[in-house]
């Protein structure tokens, strides 16, 4: 099994390698997003539209990542992926590559914020530790909302529809947890919304990987 993901793996970077603007599209976007931001404020010293700009930033850049996971892959080459590997492996290689790439945009975003909108978060360390919970959060619950999308003409807009609802709870989680470690709150305090983070990742990424055969017999 572990080969057949790291063959899948292989293939998406391959692909991704050959439309490189299919990556730095989202670079781009974040970039874009950010100085725009810089433009209007100049320096962000309040810590709530600090941490605020940045999450929906980074939100909208994962929904952007995730649409290429599926979207991409026509209907003939799953008929003929369905001949070589098990459901289980797709599920768990998209959920794997797109972790890594939503690790590297969200981190790209932060030190871009700190580079132009200064930097609010007393504690980086544990920054760090939620930028990567919020990037596993993420990829694990959007991948399957684009198998699912996948699956109809419209998969875009359907993307959207889906995603907001299910990223509700994770965005609230990673802002609160954002908020302590901006004041520079000992990680002992703030490890109830760190837990909460881990529970849902390990419970989307649960959900993935059980409900993605179902979708892939449709």
Partial sequence: MWKEIAALIAKDFKLDFRQKYAVFATLLYVLSTTYIAYLIFKEVSDRRTWIALYWIITIFAAINTSMRSFGAESPHRFWYYAQLVRPSSIILSKMIYNIVQMVVISTFTFFLFRLLLGDPIADDLQMFLIVI??????????????????????NTTLIAILSIPILLPLAITLITATHKAALGTELSENIGSL???????????????LLYPYVWRE
């Fill in 195 to 209: 837990s909460m983070l881990l529970l849902l990742n390990l419970l989307t990424g649960a959900l993935s990987y």
């Fill in 133 to 154: 919970l919020g990037a596993l959060g993420f990829s694990t619950s959007l991948t399957l909302m684009s198998a699912l999308a996948s699956k109809t003409s419209n």
